[in-house]
């Protein structure tokens, strides 16, 4: 019994080396009983707390008796939209500078996830990077922005649409590095999803020739407000460098041309833009835009639109609006022939238009050039022009129309119009009787200021001017008045015959004899008819 205890004891030291070696070599951790990890922990390892960097801007706040929670001043400062996501600071005065990163990071931290930012008219001028967040919006319009932080919405990896328009931004401070994004393999740092990007009424006058190169995703680019008055080069480049465009905005930029070239890569191209500009004809550019579907050349000093000078075959083109063209005189044949699938035009508000040529959208059928074809126009828009005349064969398909709006036009009321009052004047009063005020005649004099409509209900039958140019509106009373005086003449006309016949001008002037002798014989002859 000894001796075994004795052994036990001797071999002890070997399995206490034995185990020290195991744990050197275990990495599981070996746990202690609560009590124990207790107590080593309170001896051995001191405690500590961080403090988040947002915590400055954050609040406690309740509603209505509940539990106080922890909610940014950003959101005592705005307006919070948890529902929708929505930060909205508009004509809230901020100061020059966007909030700090740690501020933005206090909306995170007390659980307000932002994914659409309005800054909106807050006095910024100096725009700071943001930290990562999931705002899909940010619109930082009508503010007195000068510069922006380069790589300023790298962290923002959601983001699809930047509003900058109405500031202060030049050619020379918007750069490419602005918009840089994250690395990728594919495109070159990208802000991936970013697809609106609006430039308006800013002070540029050119585009840097990379200012997109970090936007792939780019399809809708406004530049309206800019006083460009020429595309130079590295605009061009720019431009035609975006070969996902959808939307491009030119409109009142004082542009008197558009590069050739300017739409040949964006083949995607289907809403243009170019209103109030100084452009004098159609432009050639518009060859190249063979997706385009929506187009406005409004308030632009074109005098004519002819052969020669009319729109190119643009097949795809649904909407083309020509409006408040103050040199604008005439449309004529062939103008709108390439457009076979115009649905909707607008020709309104141009004070010197006095000529529509009838065959202005008529062209010859392609399988069959001898038949013609017109557009599928539904909604015809041709109010407040100077037009006499409206051909009936301009458009064939008026009784499928959903809108004809002819009103505040100087309309002539004689025969070449007539099919205004038998065939257009009631399909408008079937589809929109509310746009059939203001339909009046303006010639012949006799019917100016007439009601077309009235002469439609009262199936009036307009006549053409005669040869001497006389309108023949007027014949009925003019044929009373002649009738009137062969009736009163005729009478007149058999009295003085008789008068005659009798004598009885002898009563008067006759002095000499032979006189006296004519009268008595006169009247004898008069007795013996008797």
């Known amino acids: 019994m000894h001796s075994v205890g004795r052994r036990c004891w001797a071999s002890l030291p070997l399995v206490l080396v034995i185990g020290v070696v195991l744990q050197m070599h275990n990495p599981e951790p070996v746990y202690a009983s609560p009590d124990e990890t207790n107590t080593t922990e309170a001896s051995t390892t001191p405690t500590t707390t961080t403090t988040p960097a947002w915590m400055p801007y954050v609040e406690e706040a309740s509603k209505n008796g509940s539990p106080s929670t922890l909610t940014s001043k950003l959101c005592t400062n705005c ?177 008197e041309a558009i590069p050739k070239y300017l739409l040949h890569t964006p083949r995607s191209l289907r809403y243009l833009n170019l209103t109030g500009n100084l452009l004098k004809e159609v432009p050639e550019a518009l060859n190249y835009a063979v997706g385009l579907q929506w187009l406005s050349l409004d308030e632009n000093p074109i005098p004519a639109i002819v052969l020669g000078n009319e729109f190119p075959k643009l097949k795809n083109l649904t909407y083309l609006s020509l409006s408040y063209m103050t040199e604008l005189k005439m449309i004529g044949r062939g103008a709108f022939r390439g457009l076979e699938s115009l649905e909707e035009i607008h020709i309104t508000n141009n004070p010197h238009l006095s000529y529509l040529h009838g065959q202005a959208f008529v062209r010859n059928d392609t399988d069959n050039p001898e038949r013609f074809d017109w557009p599928p126009v539904k909604r015809f828009f041709m109010h407040n022009n100077n037009i006499s005349y409206l051909d009936a064969q301009l458009l064939v398909q008026w009784d499928s129309m959903e809108v004809v ?64 140019g006389n309108n023949p509106s007027n014949d009925g009373a003019l044929l009373m008045g002649l009738l009137i005086g062969v009736l009163i003449a005729i009478p007149f006309t058999a009295a003085i015959w008789c008068v005659y016949r009798r004598g009885c001008f002898g009563l008067f002037g006759r002095s000499s004899p032979a006189a006296y002798s004519r009268a008595f014989y006169s009247r004898t002859t008069l007795n013996e008819e008797f």
């Open 79 to 255: 307006t919070c939209d948890a529902d929708t996501g929505t930060f909205d600071c508009t004509s809230k005065q901020l100061g020059p500078n966007t909030y700090s990163a740690e501020a933005w990071q206090s909306l995170n931290g007390t659980g307000f996830v932002a994914k659409r930012l309005l800054l909106v008219s807050t006095g910024l001028k100096h725009v700071t990077s943001f930290p990562p967040m999931n705002v899909t919006m940010l619109d930082l319009s009508h503010n007195e922005i000068v510069t922006i932080e380069a790589s300023c919405f790298i962290n923002l990896t959601e983001l699809e649409i930047l509003d900058l328009s109405h500031n202060l931004l030049t050619t020379e401070a918007l750069t490419p590095e602005i918009f840089e994004g994250h690395y990728s393999p594919i495109t070159f740092e990208p802000l991936e999803k970013l697809r609106v990007l609006r430039l308006g009424a800013n002070q540029l006058h050119s585009l840097n020739a990379d200012l997109f190169e970090h936007l792939p995703a780019l399809q809708e680019l406004s530049l309206e407000l800019n006083t460009f008055k020429v595309i130079d080069h590295q605009s061009e480049v720019a431009i035609a460098g975006i070969a996902g465009l959808v939307s491009l905005d030119l409109s009142y930029m004082e542009l």
């Open 405 to 468: 709006d002819i009103r505040v036009n100087p309309w002539a009321c004689d025969c070449s119009n007539r099919w205004l009052l038998l065939t257009l004047l009631p399909i408008i009063e079937r589809t929109t009787p509310a746009i059939l005020n203001n339909i009046e005649c303006s010639s012949p004099k006799q019917m100016a200021g007439q009601s077309m409509v009235d002469l439609e209900h009262k199936h009036f039958h307009m006549r053409c001017p005669d040869g001497a």
